[in-house]
């Protein structure tokens, strides 16, 4: 059966500090997605990866993908509050998501 | 086009009673998908149509849940029965016939089953 696991599940945090978030997969995946979510509302596409060693950049997010070990990151820098929200990649065999990564950022 | 569009936006209804809720895409979306979410979780697939085939349905459906997209374009997902356990948000998303079949999801339907 097909496995998305997310870590962390809980990230806080300080403005202007980088980490990363870990999405591995158990099967082989055509597509590796990322989405935002923020509270009360749907989600937001954020990423698409296709291929091993994609990358993709938009602002302070940054998403990679190596197929080889299932492994996706979503690297985020220098952070701001603005990026607080949850974040899910999903693979789409099935369309399985991960439980996703919930970011708060701190002043 | 404004993106996809989902209603009702919440429908409380009690437990027993049949509820159907539809999903517009955005157009020229050759696929669209539903999900169930709730409180705290990632989405939970349910099933996918392209065009107005319904080419997977999730194993954990029960068939109490049925999905349809007539033409091709919107699409209804029916609750028979409902029980409390059904209570979620219900996600649509849809995508256009790119290599990334990137999804678009609506605002999502709340169903609370009393």
């Known amino acids: 059966e097909l496995k998305v696991e997310q870590n962390p599940l809980f990230l806080s945090m300080q403005e202007g500090k980088n980490y990363t978030i870990y999405c591995n997969y158990s099967?082989?995946?055509?597509?590796l997605y990322w989405y935002r979510q923020d509270p009360g509302k749907s989600l937001e596409s954020l990423f698409v990866l296709l291929s091993n060693g994609a990358v993709k950049q938009e602002g302070r997010l940054m998403a990679s993908l190596d197929t080889k070990a299932r492994l996706s990151t979503l690297h985020i820098t220098a952070a701001v509050h603005d990026l607080s929200a949850t974040y899910f990649c999903?693979?789409?065999?099935?369309?399985?998501f991960g439980a996703g990564t919930r970011l708060t950022v701190k002043p | 086009d404004t993106g996809v569009s989902q209603d009702p936006r919440h429908k409380i209804t009690k437990r027993g009673q049949n509820v159907t809720f539809r999903c517009d895409p955005i157009s020229e979306h050759n696929r669209l998908y539903w999900y169930r979410q709730t409180l705290g979780q990632g989405p939970e697939f349910l099933t996918y149509f392209q065009n107005e085939a319904q080419l997977e349905k999730s194993r954990l459906l029960s068939d109490r849940f049925s999905a349809e997209r007539p033409k091709g374009s919107f699409s209804t997902l029916e609750i028979q029965r409902t029980e409390q356990g059904d209570s979620a948000m219900y996600l649509c998303a849809s995508s256009p016939p790119t290599v990334t079949y990137e999804q678009y999801f609506g605002p999502g339907t709340r169903l609370t089953v009393t």
């Open positions: 099967t082989t995946s055509d597509r």
């Open positions: 999903a693979v789409d065999n099935d369309m399985r």
